[in-house]
């Protein structure tokens, strides 16, 4: 059979709720088509290949699979219960009408249109890059790397509509913000169904880096702190040290990305390098560091002020670092810019 169930270790939370109910995902429930755009696969088979599938052809029976497969993550979008209540209400609609003899007020189940308006073709790409070796499980591939299919084709539809008579209204927030309506095959109700019950079914499994420990990082700074104090070590050589030593205790101690850590502002950092040096009775010794940047979620650069203790708990000495950086561009704008 073609593997499109994922692999599921013990500790998973997909594994407990698997062990709740043995046929969750791979099975449909009464009434899931009620409330689902749904088409069987030879109904499919035949909007894709205008013809039935071959008993004989392998690729045939493949996409079978996997047409079924798509159908029930999309089934299964919505939970039994919320299933079970639909069919109920749907029921005593019927029953209401039938009994005061009117017309029963509900939709006709219409035929759909050969071909693919409804996204099934990116859905099948989507379950075929799923089950390929990933980077953290040799069985599969993650949710977030192959939902990405459906934002790419998303986007290249909205740059091929380019008709002069196309709808052009727009939702236009409080703040100017403008949302551009949109619809296509990648937002059809049949793919939010699916996407959603393709992301419920799928474990995510994460691996976690390996932490960088403060002692680790407490004794590079010492080996560099011994060849800075070293007499055979020239001016240059021990600018570098200074500086890089200044980059590592501002971005370990503080959590920063690797990139951040190149915001530090100069200017502030001499200025206010002095505050926190002798602490008031409620206060510990600490360092005061300004960054200047564009942080993630965040419009436009701006000015992050942030305080690191002198001495770390791991032995990272924060103070004496940025001290030295602080005079080294003091001396750098004094050369570059002297008094009159």
């Known amino acids: 059979m073609f593997p499109v169930n994922r692999a599921f270790n013990d500790e998973s939370e997909y594994y407990r709720r698997r062990r709740e109910d043995?046929?969750?995902y791979l099975v449909a429930r009464p009434g899931d088509w009620l409330?689902?755009?749904?088409?069987?696969e030879?109904?499919?088979m035949i909007n894709f290949h205008g013809r039935l599938p071959l008993p004989n052809e392998f690729l045939d029976r493949q996409e079978m699979i996997l047409i079924r497969r798509v159908n029930l993550d999309m089934f299964w979008s919505r939970e039994t219960g919320t299933v079970r209540g639909l069919v109920y209400d749907l029921k005593d609609i019927v029953k209401r009408a039938t009994w005061r003899k009117r017309i029963i007020p509900l939709d006709k189940v219409k035929q759909w249109e050969i071909g693919d308006s409804q996204g099934m073709g990116i859905a099948l790409l989507m379950l075929e890059k799923s089950i390929e070796p990933g980077r953290n499980s040799a069985g599969y591939k993650q949710f977030d790397t192959v939902r990405k299919f459906r934002s790419t084709t998303s986007n290249l539809s909205i740059a091929m509509a380019n008709d002069p008579d196309a709808d052009t209204r727009v939702m236009k927030s409080l703040k100017g913000r403008v949302l551009h309506m949109h619809y296509g095959p990648m937002q059809t109700i049949f793919m939010e169904r699916f996407t959603q019950g393709m992301r419920i079914r799928m474990p995510a499994e994460k691996v976690r880096n390996l932490p960088l420990l403060?002692?680790?990082?407490?004794k590079i700074l010492g080996v560099m702190e011994e060849q800075y104090m070293d007499f055979t070590t020239s001016n240059k050589r021990k600018r570098e040290i200074a500086m890089c030593a200044g980059y590592i205790a501002v971005t370990y101690c503080y959590g920063l990305l690797g990139n951040e850590g190149m915001w530090v502002d100069a200017d502030r950092l001499c200025r206010g390098v002095r505050v926190g040096e002798i602490p008031s009775r409620n206060e510990i010794s600490h360092i005061i560091v300004s960054l200047l940047g564009r942080f993630k979620g965040e419009e436009g650069d701006r000015m992050h002020v942030f305080c690191l203790a002198s001495t770390s708990g791991s032995g990272i000495q924060t103070r004496r670092i940025l001290e030295r950086v602080a005079s080294i561009q003091e001396v750098s704008v004094t050369l570059r810019f002297p008094p009159e």
């Open 22 to 24: 043995a046929t969750k």
């Open 35 to 40: 409330f689902a755009p749904f088409q069987c």
């Open 42 to 44: 030879l109904c499919w």
């Open 214 to 218: 403060g002692s680790s990082v407490a």
